[in-house]
């Protein structure tokens, strides 16, 4: 049996990886940014344009349970996973249109911080 192991290559690129991963959180960390409340660091001080919210989003949704759990879904339950996939074409755009603009009026930064007096 074959064992995987790192080469040197695979040494250098993770080492490089971590190399640029800390030192733009240091560079950072030392210059202070330009946030000086949460709410400036934490949401941009809701000034941002669509598409990096966009992305946020996608990186958000996109977790890395799903990343692990979809081939096992697959391997396990077959190729019916795509009528999930497809739903979402369906899904997303009608609870961006119907949530989002509620979120929005609230300034709500999570659903979880919600507290609707009723």
């Not at 250098?12 to 660091?41: D, N, P, R």
């Not at 979809?70 to 999930?84: F, S």
């Not at 369906?90 to 999570?110: D, E, G, N, R």
Request: proline share 3%; net charge neutral.
């Amino acid at each position: 049996m074959e064992r995987n192991t790192f080469s040197t290559a695979d040494y250098v690129v993770f080492g490089l990886t971590l190399s640029v991963s800390a030192a733009i959180g240091l560079y950072y960390a030392c210059t202070g940014g330009k946030q000086k409340t949460t709410s400036e660091f934490l949401m941009a001080d809701r000034n941002m344009s669509w598409i990096p919210v966009t992305m946020s989003l996608l990186a958000s949704f996109m977790s890395a349970i799903t990343l692990l759990g979809t081939p096992a879904e697959i391997y396990v339950y077959g190729t019916h996973y795509w009528m999930i996939v497809v739903s979402y074409f369906f899904v997303i755009p009608i609870s961006a249109h119907c949530f989002m603009p509620i979120f929005h009026k609230l300034q709500a930064t999570s659903v979880y911080e919600v507290n609707i007096q009723i």
